[in-house]
């Protein structure tokens, strides 16, 4: 059963979609299309030797479906594990009582072993490098009256400071996990690096705890403990205390966190810090679809500020993000502005300018792939310039545009290609397969849509003069692709009913005389039909329900 859980592949036969049926589907229901496929697949309607065994095999492929889908207890286990599951060794000791609820229960503890056995092989690797970049330079060049600075004909741009940080989990049980992690910072020529182990425990549903042992050049042996806990269903509390050894003696702090649930979106908390930097800091956060706010106070030693900050978020395929925020204390003043994009399946890159007093003008360039960071924070000046604002923000867009098109475009296409192409020869038994089930069926079925036409034809009903299923190129930029189509127009009939047309919400690859053309690719339905004499057309998407006639799909006579 194990072993049949972690196969993660798709099953290729959907027997909702073979018998164009609802997933909800009632018993009547089921019996009902099964029956209108037996009269078309049934072997003994057939004399022709050749017809007749592809009859029998799409029968016993009907059959199937409808002995799976009549069975609730089959069908449970159709629904969660798809027909993978039906062929799993251990089903057959599962007393027939069981209800679906209760299989599915069954699924949840499968699966959370499962998990518990992945945890084993899980180490979580978190990595931050980040360069940061003097390029003052650029706009505060000293003037050519200044002899005794020594300054070349163009500008310098340095590296001032880099920070590499890496961190892994190793579960040792399902509720203990040890954490290390390590890093090394240089700044102007000199720096250090630290090692860290903390061993991390969950106590129960509500909570966990952990303790904190490190060692450095940097900061000296530092010995914590920090504690997580659920108080309420709506409010948490964590409590983080530590020993900092170092040459000028030892060095304690604390600091503890409350937050609440205010409403379904918003959280609100309380912090409150002790030690060498002592604070306390209430926030605000509030974070929906569509934005992310956040308001902050801070009153303490040295710092003291008021922060806040929106970031509105699009409903785009990129995940595109634009923010602001503005911060104020006894530091200056600071405000904020930047966007980031998803840019890859795992790559997401963002940029920040900020502008302040007394700190000036910085860019940050920051780029997430997977679990890792790479950020580039880069001084510009030291004073707040026009010139600098302006290129801190045009620049990172110009930049963006220019290889979103010339390389991350192309490049993702090249990939996208790649993985169709793998995933057509991965799958090309199959689709031949279908293929050959699909041109079987169109066979079988030519006597039954035969009748049914002449049937359509004395009442002015329902006739599908064509009918196509595939890839369709409809964008003018996209031309140049070749459209992958197949004739479905005799199969579409045969599913007409008393001058009705229902396809359900499945994908119609799985209908009888169906087959995928075009693996992974976007497809469509298209419907050239005639009720009443009149002409009607349509495009449906692959999953999407369609009912025909309809007076929207009327064709206007004028046009």
Known sequence: MASALEDDEIDNDDYYSLLNVRREATQDELKAAYRRLCMIYHPDKHRDPELKLQAEQLFNLVHQAYEVLSDPQARAIYDIYGKRGLDVEGWE???????????????ERLHKEREERRLQQRTNPKGLISVGIDATDLFDRYDEDYEDVVSGSYPQVEINKMHISQSIEAPLTTTDTAILSGSLSTQNGTGGGN????LRRVTSAKGWGELEFGAGDTHGPLLGMKLFRNLTPRCFATAQCGLQFSSRGVRPGATTVLARHLDKNTMGYLQWRWGTQSSMN????????????TFALQLGIPHCFVMTSYQYKFQDEDQTKIKGSIKSGFFGTMVEYGAERKISRHSVLGATVSVGVPHGVSLKIKLNRASQTYFFPIHLTDQLLPSAVFYATVGPLVFYLAIQRLVIRPYLHSQKEQDLEKQRESSATDIARKRQEAESSVLLMQESVRRIIEAEESRMGLIILNAWYGKFVTDNSKKHERAKVIDVTVPLQCLVKDSKLILTEATKSGLPGFYDACVGEEKCLKVLYQFRGVMHQVLSGDTEPLRIPKQSHRIDSDT
């Open 93 to 107: 000791v599962v007393e027939r009582k069981r209800t679906p609820v209760e299989i599915r229960e069954e699924y």
């Open 195 to 198: 090692i860290n182990l903390a």
């Open 282 to 293: 209430t926030s605000i956060v509030r974070d929906t679809k569509t934005s992310h706010f």
